[in-house]
């Protein structure tokens, strides 16, 4: 079984977007911001495996959304990135006419959300 950050590893490349020897702190980072996020959404310690591809996509997103702001993407990277999203038994298609930083923003968007629809599933009461 691979591990979380050959993970998010594999899903940026398939992006468009290979990790350097320079990003592997931020990568981290972003899969650790990940995991905050899910578990403060759903009241827990660690994340479900079941929310595995959810914090992938997520850190995935983060990670992008940090390289795209301080000017990281290259302009090749911005246009290649997807046209379409599937995340688990959900696809999201961008307008054709759409510019690629309203492509990149969407894609990113999207990852960045990756999961909240499940989170009630794992969701416990904090008192």
């Known amino acids: ?18 990790v350097a020897a320079v990003d592997v702190w931020a990568l981290d980072f972003c899969i650790d911001k990940a995991a905050h996020e899910i578990c403060d959404a759903c009241g827990l310690d660690d994340v479900p495996d079941e929310l595995r591809d959810a914090q992938a996509d997520r850190a995935a997103g983060a990670f992008l959304s940090a390289k795209y702001a301080v000017g990281g993407l290259s302009e090749e990277q911005t246009q290649k990135v997807v046209q379409q999203v599937n995340a688990g038994d959900t696809t999201v298609q961008f ?14 968007g999207v990852l960045c959300a990756a999961g ?12």
Do not use: N
């Open 1 to 18: 079984m691979s591990t979380l950050k050959d993970d998010v590893a594999a899903r940026l490349k398939m992006l468009g977007c290979e």
């Open 95 to 108: 307008a054709a006419d759409a510019t690629p930083q309203q492509r990149i923003s969407a894609a990113i």
């Open 116 to 127: 909240q629809d499940r989170f009630s599933h794992y969701r416990k009461l904090v008192w």
